[in-house]
């Protein structure tokens, strides 16, 4: 499954990634943000469950702002594991 995030309040405005049939994160991607930080991001995340990396990520800030990319993807990650098991049921 393929998921395309809107972010909010933070530099990058998308993340992409893909959910396998074990929710398994694949081919993450970020447009904007800082590049290094989010490559290397995606590089952690890849292949891991996506409910346990939304668990490690979530609450993450960036300097004065209440979220952070990888909030974001913590914030993408439970929505699509809420989307992907309606989908299933």
Known sequence: ??????????????????LDDQQCIT????????????KAISKLVEGQPASRIAEILEGNTCGFRPTSCADQLSRALKEAVKNYTQEVS
């Open 1 to 18: 499954m393929h998921i395309d995030y809107k972010t909010r309040g933070v530099c990058s405005s998308w993340i992409h990634f893909d």
């Open 27 to 38: 081919n993450v991607s970020f447009d904007g943000g800082c590049n290094g930080n989010l």
